[in-house]
């Protein structure tokens, strides 16, 4: 089992929808997560992090994290065409590195 | 405020040959980690620098070193190049008073070609 796991897309949604993008960690140990964009041939760049439970907003953007499910999402209300890119999920777990997963491929339909 | 500088952007080495990439991180920030990404994955942990000392390292062989100077700025070496070290080199940085939850911020990345 891989210890951070994305579906790799792509995820199509039309433009002003919500993507609702999905990750899964294996270590119950893990205490913060975090949300990347990549963009084709571009560095990934923070969205957002969360660390407790529940639900956390950031504009359009809101993150969601339930660590007795071991799941944590990130919502992205009216999506844009710009919005499409590769959303990578990162997970620490009290090290000092940070575990990704495979990201998913967002494709915002206009 | 500079964010994460990072230098190449791009190289095309050979196997067998050594490379070395360079790092300077955020304004502000102390911690130097790197990583790399093959096409289509996500990042993976190479190893973490804090006060120019290796403090964590992850799955990759000793042909990969790293150095950290006073000033923070970090460098990483790869010898004896393989073409599977191909890949975007990416330089993280962050504050290292903290051991979880500290954010880790990106440079542009260098890519590396091996031939």
């Known amino acids: 089992q891989k210890e951070v796991e994305q579906n790799s897309g792509p995820l199509s949604v039309p433009e002003g929808a919500i993507a609702s993008l999905n990750c899964t960690y294996s270590d119950r140990g893990s205490q913060s997560f975090f949300w990347y964009r990549q963009y084709s041939g571009k560095s990934p760049e923070l969205i957002m992090f969360?660390?407790?439970?529940g639900d956390k907003e950031d504009g359009r953007f809101t993150a969601q994290l339930n660590k007795a499910s071991q799941y944590v999402s990130l919502l992205i209300r009216d999506s844009q065409p710009s919005d499409s890119a590769t959303y990578l999920c990162a997970v620490n777990a009290g090290t000092y590195k940070y575990i990704f997963g495979t990201g998913t491929r967002l494709k915002v339909l206009a | 405020d500079a964010g994460v500088t990072q230098s190449p952007t791009h190289l095309i080495k050979t196997r067998g040959q050594q490379v070395t990439l360079r790092c300077s991180p955020k304004s502000g920030h102390d911690t130097v980690s790197w990583y790399q990404q093959a096409l289509g994955q996500g990042p993976q942990f190479i190893f973490q620098y804090y006060e120019e000392e290796e403090r964590q390292r992850g799955n990759f062989p000793d042909r990969f070193s790293g150095h950290q100077f006073p000033n923070y700025s970090s460098e990483l070496n790869v010898n004896a190049l393989l073409l599977g070290d191909s890949a975007l080199y990416l330089c993280?940085?962050?504050?290292?008073?903290?051991?979880?939850?500290?954010?880790?911020?990106f440079g542009e990345g260098s890519w590396l070609t091996v031939v």
């Open positions: 969360i660390y407790s439970n």
């Open positions: 993280a940085s962050s504050l290292g008073s903290y051991i979880s939850g500290n954010t880790i911020y």
